[in-house]
């Protein structure tokens, strides 16, 4: 892992920004002119003073060298203090760089409440902030990673500073990271043998077939198990081979398994982890749209029995996820497309930009993979921080699947997950308009949507109704008097309904 370097204009809230980054991923927080006040026992307006801003910005170089050997931290940086080459190249090769943005008026009132610390503006600050804006804005509009952070609180832009960069930090279940993006990108598996070691030792990858033949020899170097690919192996067999393969690998109850695949994988290895020797840890590489946005995270993991999916499980979270998105360059389309399924419905349960994103297409959504997925990740996250046993609102990510899983099993899996959760997102907005709960624009958005990206909305013609009813009733989420159906309002809100008519619910 590496820094968080917080950069931008003075008055754009980076130390504040920054300390709320630091306490959310429980990182360092360290303020670069706090750093160079101590060392020189002066402050910046008397540094300035008494040496020049040219002496000031070699104490900035000295400093940000210096950082060089600090633990991974978030560090806030003067105003100016990349406009040396040779300081961004060195924040550049040490971590990630994030601009904060703001409007003027926002800045220039920030600034009046802090008068005296900032040398370049004394005096008459407005002119001064704009003609500094103005000398600057190549130089920060050159910075490719940006938030502008007018009109949000502190919370709001670390959060959204935090999905920018692809960094979290869940306290779900258990302590862990999750980290999105190709700066930590896997093309050298020493990336994630580092990861895995600073956990434990005694690391085995678990795979898929179809993993293995474009990915695998990425990991050489670390022991490897190959299982077949496909929902259909998602089976109590599969676990037993999982738990064999553990003992013949000799992994005791300090390893590490590293699972990297889609969500049978990662559902499959997450439980083998859980139950060998009552529990070890394991690592989450999801390399499927839909692993990524959706089932490496949140800690359920489990297989099927012929009579429902994921009816054997348990509640066990990785030790760290690392998405990186450029794993989805060999998954096939169809596979891509369903991934879309889970984008969607992240948008409709909490993020309305979200969905508008879903919305413009397959040739968007493959050339703005990373962005995607950090977007519909972090939905997840927040979520799952609220609510990591499903005590409540956590139901709302079933949005689709009460219906979505009695199809896909009843199409004996012809149907990929996504597939059939796009059909059951649509039966389901269906539904709630028919019981008042929402209406038919929001019904027509969701359809359309989902249509845009070559989902299916109907139920596959001949598919007999009353073994779907019948694969619902099993299905995990019913209770005793009802099933409850997470069901959408509106794009951004869904509630939770309880539902005992099930053949109101598929009828057209
Ligand atoms: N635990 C959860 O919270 C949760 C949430 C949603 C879904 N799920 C589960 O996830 C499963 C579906 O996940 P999935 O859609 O990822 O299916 P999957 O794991 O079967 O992967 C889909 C296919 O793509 C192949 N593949 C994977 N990555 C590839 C890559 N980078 N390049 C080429 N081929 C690749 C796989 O071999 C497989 O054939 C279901 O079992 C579902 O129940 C779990």
Redesign the pocket.
């Known amino acids: 892992m590496t820094h968080i370097f917080l950069y931008g204009p003075p008055g754009t809230g980076k130390s504040t920004v920054g300390k709320t980054i630091a306490r959310n991923l429980t990182l360092p927080f360290i303020d670069l002119d706090r750093v160079i006040e101590n060392s020189a026992g002066k402050s910046i307006p008397q540094i300035m003073e008494a040496q020049g801003e040219p002496a000031f910005r070699d104490m900035e170089s000295a400093a940000l060298k210096n950082m060089q050997s600090e633990q991974p931290s978030v560090i806030a940086l003067g105003g100016g203090a990349l406009l040396r080459e040779e300081n961004r190249a060195l924040a550049e090769s040490n971590g990630q760089i994030l601009l904060l943005m703001a409007k003027l008026n926002t800045l220039v009132e920030r600034l009046l409440s802090e008068e005296g610390k900032r040398p370049l503006l004394a005096g008459d600050l407005q002119p001064k902030l704009t003609a500094l804006l103005e000398k600057r804005r190549e130089h920060y509009n050159s910075f490719p990673l940006n938030l502008h952070v007018d009109e949000k609180t502190a919370e709001q832009n670390a959060f959204a500073a935090q999905i920018l960069l692809g960094r979290h930090h869940l306290s779900a279940m258990a302590e862990y990271d999750v980290i999105v993006g190709q700066a930590f990108s896997l093309t050298n598996s020493r990336d994630v043998a580092s990861q895995a070691s600073s956990l434990t030792y005694g690391n085995l990858i678990v795979t898929?077939?179809?993993?293995a033949k474009?990915?695998l020899e990425k990991f050489a170097g670390i022991k490897s198990f190959v299982i077949p690919?496909?929902?259909e192996h998602?089976t109590l067999e599969t676990i037993h081979a999982l738990w064999k393969a553990f003992l013949e690998n000799g992994l005791d109850r300090k390893s590490t398994v590293i699972a990297l695949?889609?969500?049978?994988?990662?559902?499959m290895v997450g439980f083998a982890a859980s139950s060998y020797m009552r529990g070890i840890n394991w690592i989450a590489l999801p390399?499927?749209l839909?692993?990524m946005v959706?089932?490496s995270i949140?800690g359920?993991?489990g297989f099927d029995l012929p009579e429902g999916?994921?009816l054997i499980g348990a509640f066990y979270p990785p030790r760290l996820i690392v998405a990186d998105a450029g794993?989805?360059s060999?998954?096939?389309e169809r596979?891509l497309i369903?991934?879309m399924a889970?984008a969607v419905k992240h948008g409709i349960i909490s993020d309305p930009e979200l969905f508008d994103l879903c919305t413009r297409g397959m040739d968007w959504v493959k050339a703005n993979l990373e962005a995607l997925v950090k977007r519909a990740m972090a939905v997840k996250i927040k979520v799952i921080e609220e609510d990591p046993y499903e005590k409540g609102f956590r139901a709302a990510l079933n949005l689709g699947h009460t219906v979505g899983h009695a199809v896909e099993l009843v199409s004996k899996f012809e149907l990929?997950?996504?597939e059939a959760v796009a059909i059951g997102m649509v039966i389901e907005a269906k539904y709630a308009q028919k019981i008042g709960l929402t209406t038919q624009s929001v019904v027509e958005k969701i359809e359309a949507a989902l249509t845009s990206l070559g989902l299916p909305t109907h139920i596959p013609e001949g598919m007999p109704r009353d073994e779907i009813i019948k694969a619902m009733r099993v299905d995990k989420k019913k209770n005793a008097k009802a099933i409850r159906f997470a069901l959408p309002v509106e794009i951004g809100k869904v509630e939770l309904v309880e539902v005992t008519d099930l053949e109101e619910v598929i009828e057209d």
């Open positions: 898929d077939e179809n993993v474009h990915h690919a496909g929902e998602k695949g889609g969500g049978v994988v990662t559902d390399t499927t839909l692993g959706d089932a949140g359920k993991t999916k994921n794993f989805l060999t998954l096939p596979e369903s991934g889970e990929r997950h996504g």
